[in-house]
DNA sequence: AGCTGTCGGTACGATTGCGAACATTTTTGC
DNA sequence: GCAAAAATGTTCGCAATCGTACCGACAGCT
């Protein structure tokens, strides 16, 4: 990174407070370039993101894009029946709301917060300007689509053939690769919505977890006990969604949050 | 379309008589710029694809790409058990091998031909070429992202939510829009491994359809024989898929097969 | 004509998960 | 402190679907 960027970034506290330079990984990807950095860094700005708080509705014009820094963000069906199902989810891997980008820009899905946190705000007009502007952005920002597309086949694969306590721990590993930390605020209805089953089946099968002292559960807070009982029990699809998003293990030392 | 454009086309009465200039939405889209026409053109291949070819396997060299005129090809996924699941369907509305723009360049599933039939094969150096070129490509491509983005997300939820009754139905009339004709080769066993559901699953299904007169069955020959029906039949998702790639009625009646 | 493999129809028990309750406990708001 | 709301635990009957198997019909081949 050359001066110029770093003093530009130095003029950002609270850039440089989220730790933006590192926690999201497209983001650290993209600011590679000196250029694209020196052009998206004064339009960033450091957004706080909370639990059910709504992104975009479906028919929404998308006018501003995150980059997720610590929290999840789904992307979510509603039915006619009124019934809710998470389809995808983003955290700190990728960005929220890449169908903006050059095209109808208007979302398909709802796009809610699962889990709050930090997120990266940019208008959509200036990521779209640095994906004409070269290959690598470009690039970057089709590894994002793929990535999404990964997920959503094999999440449509797990959601007909597996059975709901494998789906659950799926859900678990994917939050919890995205979150830094074992402490979730999660409900069993919030999980129910999004792992596509009735709370009642949430219930139960966070049951076994908790027996099985894979996770701890105590209204609305949700502790990750033994992270390697949730990968024995998992169905092959995580690991393969995970093969896509592979990132070097979260660690937020360097970070004061 | 100017003339040497036109000069250019004549000299390939292959291309003429597959009706390339406006079978696939994408490619007629693409050749709607000149350049693109002009550079592409010399590269494109007729190739006949027959039912069950497989295009790619997981983990191959996305060298060609295919842009489907009147036959339909499948995105699966192979589980651990053998067991196969569409996830996507591409016909003349879109592009086989769009994950190979700008990426690893590797198929991330199994892509099958679903129904056979004739397509147009192009090297992926050519379309990366294109597609760098200038906007409209690179917007006309991420269409065809967005696009399978929308169907997996409501096929995700319909395979968790919907009956097999309704999910063969949304199927069926999908692959109703892809092909000209009413007459489908499909054996049960095969739509069964694309609904994700049994073979003894289908047939009940299909059962029921035949007994509403909506189709007729015989021994891997299915006739469409009253789609209103399965349009009444089918859930909500098949309009939100449809939606996305809302198509002029198909006439063939122009080119003779 | 006879053999063989494919395809479709059907059956049956087992299982999963659903829809809809209701009970209990904890948190929250007043 | 108390009522209301929220979150979880639990139950029951039922519908959908699964796994598996068997049978008959048909088509292609010799």
Known sequence: ???????????????????????NELLRELFAVPAIAR????????????????????????????????????????M??????????????????????????RSRQWVWVTVGGTAIQVETKFIEKS????????????KTYRSLIVQLSQRCVCNTRHTIMERLCCWLLMIHDR?????????????????????????????????????AYRRGQLYIQDRPVLERTVCECYNLMRGDYKSPPPDYSAFSL
């Open 1 to 23: 990174m050359n001066s110029s960027l770093q003093s530009l970034i130095l003029d950002r506290p609270d850039l440089l407070r989220s730790g933006i330079t590192s926690r």
């Open 179 to 215: 979150v830094g930390g074992n402490n979730l605020s999660l409900t069993q209805e919030m999980i129910a919505s999004r792992v596509g089953a009735r709370r009642a089946g949430i219930t139960v099968a966070a049951g076994m977890l908790q027996a099985m002292k894979a996770i």
């Open 80 to 105: 006619e029946d009124g019934t809710t199902m998470e389809t995808s989810m983003t955290g700190r891997e990728g960005l929220v709301g890449v169908s903006s980008l050059l095209g109808s820009g």
């Open 39 to 78: 052009e998206l860094l004064p339009e960033l700005k450091v957004v706080s993101l909370t639990v059910n708080e709504v992104l975009y509705e479906q028919g929404d014009k998308l006018e501003v894009v995150y980059f997720p820094l610590d929290c999840v963000v789904s992307g979510l069906s509603i």
């Open 131 to 142: 994906v004409l502007q070269g290959e690598e952005a470009l690039k970057a920002l089709l």
